[in-house]
């Protein structure tokens, strides 16, 4: 059994950062999918990005794409999100998750379809004030 924990979210005004980190335990597979959904209150939870450590490609929503950036600590089965230049429509619960059935994201499926993630964790708040 995997658990994932996030921490790290936060408030913070527009155009500041904040950093998430995932931390897996339990038994993860070497080659994987992991990476970060968010969703706001009467929203549909949505990618943000997601890295396959087999090869380290890394997919990003376009709504995030050059603020923010995704990083692999793959020997300790940990991700960070790096969030820069926040927007309010960036608030949200964020929610780290991992595909460890040997599904490769991005080819096997899209890297943002949540169904395809078997493990979740309870999310870490993200609030970006205007």
């Known amino acids: 059994q995997v658990q994932l924990v996030e921490s790290g979210g936060g408030s913070v005004q527009a155009g500041g950062s904040l950093k998430l980190s995932c931390a897996a335990s339990g038994y993860m597979p070497s080659t994987r999918c992991m990476g970060w959904f968010r969703q706001a209150p009467g929203k549909q939870r949505q990618g943000v990005a997601v890295?396959?450590?087999?090869?380290?490609?890394?997919y990003y929503a376009d709504s995030v794409k050059g603020r923010f950036t995704l990083f692999q600590d793959n020997a300790k089965n940990k991700v960070y999100l790096q969030m820069d230049s926040l927007k309010p429509e960036d608030s949200g619960m964020y929610y780290c998750?991992?595909?460890?059935?040997?599904?490769?994201?991005?080819?096997?499926?899209?890297?943002?379809?949540?169904?395809?993630?078997?493990?979740w964790g309870q999310g870490t708040q993200v609030t970006v004030s205007s």
């Open positions: 998750a991992a595909d460890t059935s040997g599904g490769r994201c991005g080819v096997s499926y899209s890297w943002y379809a949540s169904y395809a993630y078997n493990y």
């Open positions: 890295a396959y450590s087999g090869d380290g490609t890394t």
